[in-house]
């Protein structure tokens, strides 16, 4: 089992940037692919990025391609979510998500960290 815990989250004006860190706990962080999801009001849960268990490899959603970067640092136990040029619609609870395997639910989730854009 690992356990995961979101930071970074705050108040920001539209344009402006953020850095969200997720840090793991428990089994071996590198087993993990990590994602990154978020949850807006009224709306469902939706995928932002992700990234395979050596960092080689990152997938983002058409919103977030060219604004957000996804890395993990494996000495840390962390991941990270930069998140640039941002938006009043990227406002979100913004959630890490942990698994072991491609093709499978996430299976772990942190608690989440608020981010809110204003315009």
């Known amino acids: 089992q690992v356990e995961l815990v979101e930071s970074g989250g705050g108040l920001v004006q539209a344009g402006g940037s953020l850095r969200l860190s997720c840090a793991a706990s428990?089994?071996?962080?590198?087993?993990?692919?990590m994602g990154w999801f978020r949850q807006a009001p009224g709306k469902e849960r939706e995928f932002v990025a992700s990234?395979?268990?050596?960092?080689?490899?990152?997938y983002y959603s058409d919103s977030a391609k060219g604004r957000f970067t996804i890395s993990r640092d494996i000495a840390k136990n962390t991941v990270y979510l930069e998140m640039n040029s941002l938006r009043a619609e990227d406002t979100a609870i913004y959630y890490c998500a942990a698994k072991t395997r491609t093709g499978i639910p996430y299976d772990y989730w942190g608690q989440g960290t608020q981010v809110t854009v204003s315009s």
């Open positions: 990234i395979t268990r050596s960092g080689g490899i990152k």
């Open positions: 428990g089994r071996t962080f590198s087993w993990y692919i």
